[in-house]
């Protein structure tokens, strides 16, 4: 009913930037929050970035460097990570919280998209 899919990711050097992609689809009534999550290699998910309600919030490992920018007239959201680490390596994932046009809340998580920051 509900698709999110994402683009964007790559490799990049220590220090580079790239800009993460994610479109929503399908039976979306209304959209409430948009947000990057990330999982590295042998640890839990982690948040990066949410907006809601025109506001964001952003984990404090990416402040100053990431930032989060939502077009609620295509339902996307994209995350510019600029000044990238090799500790930003890992599997990003966009996560929308929504309403369906036929009723109903729904929690949508996208298929990953995989960043290495690598020299």
């Known amino acids: 009913q509900v698709q999110l899919v994402e683009s964007g990711g790559g490799l990049v050097q220590p220090g580079g930037s790239l800009r993460l992609s994610c479109a929503a689809s399908?039976?979306?009534?209304?959209?409430?929050?948009m947000g990057w999550y990330r999982q590295a290699p042998g640890k839990q998910r982690e948040l990066v970035a949410l907006?809601?309600?025109?506001?964001?919030n952003y984990a404090e490992f990416v402040k100053g460097r990431f930032a989060i920018f939502r077009d609620n007239a295509k339902n996307t959201v994209s995350l510019q990570m600029n000044s990238l680490k090799p500790e930003d390596t890992a599997v990003y994932y966009c996560?929308?919280?929504?309403?369906?046009?036929?009723?109903?809340?729904?929690?949508?998580w996208g298929q990953g998209t995989l960043v290495t920051v690598s020299s």
């Open positions: 996560n929308v919280h929504l309403k369906l046009l036929q009723g109903g809340d729904r929690e949508v």
């Open positions: 907006t809601s309600g025109g506001r964001t």
């Open positions: 399908g039976s979306i009534f209304s959209i409430n929050v």
